[in-house]
Structure formats: C-alpha cells, structure tokens
C-alpha cells in the first residue's frame, strides 16, 4: 500500500503564487513516477503535470505550461508543483498520484496512476 498526502492549497489571487507538495510513502520501494491532476466543479479530472522517476522527463498540459512547474526531490517521493500567475480557470481540487511500479504508458492517462491523494484545495480569485 502506498500512501499519497498533498498540501500547499489554498486561496491565492490572479497573478499569485502557490506551491503544492505531495508526499508518497509505502512498502514499494522508490522512486515512483508521480503526476497531478485537477478537478474544477462540474467538469473531468484533467492531467496538470508529471514527473519521471528520474526526474528527468517532466510533461505538462498546454493550460499550465510555462507557469507551472514540477520538480522533485532527488531520490525521494516527494514532488512540488510551482504554481505561477495563477489565473481563476486554476481554480480546482488538485490531487497527486503515484505509480510505484513506473509502468510504461502515457504520463497523461490517470489509468496510469494506481494511488492517488485525498486532494488540495486551489482557490484563485480575479
């Protein structure tokens, strides 16, 4: 069983910054590929950022690129996500997934993510 904790939401105005975290811990030894994932009211999950194991592959949605940023921290399953010139479409419940197994597959696909987090908060106001 792997464990996945976000935090770092919370409310922010156009323009803000915000950085999340997630943590993820379990008997799987790591590093694990990592990604987030937002869900607004009333629409779908959608696909945010991902990580490699490695860290060397990152990949984001054309809606968060060149604002957001994911990195990690070294070996460990620990991942941010740096939220810049947070607009109110940015608004969401964003959650962090983990695939302890790396599995080959698109970073975008949720299908690729075996745990997933409770969910943080992202209120961006104009």
């Known amino acids: 069983q792997v464990q996945v904790v976000e935090s770092g939401g919370g409310l922010a105005q156009a323009g803000d910054s915000l950085t999340l975290s997630c943590a993820a811990s379990?008997?799987?030894?790591?590093?694990?590929?990592m990604g987030w994932f937002r869900q607004a009211p009333g629409k779908e999950r959608e696909f945010v950022s991902a990580?490699?194991?490695?860290?060397?592959?990152?990949y984001y949605a054309d809606s968060v690129k060149g604002r957001f940023t994911i990195s990690r921290d070294g070996a460990k399953n620990t991942v941010y996500l740096q939220m810049n010139s947070l607009e109110p479409e940015d608004t969401a419940v964003y959650y962090c997934?983990?695939?302890?197994?790396?599995?080959?597959?698109?970073?975008?696909?949720?299908?690729?993510?075996?745990?997933w987090g409770q969910g943080t908060q992202v209120t961006v106001s104009s």
């Open positions: 990580i490699s194991w490695g860290g060397k592959r990152t």
């Open positions: 379990g008997r799987t030894f790591g590093p694990y590929d």
């Open positions: 997934a983990a695939d302890p197994s790396n599995r080959s597959g698109s970073y975008y696909n949720p299908r690729k993510y075996d745990y």
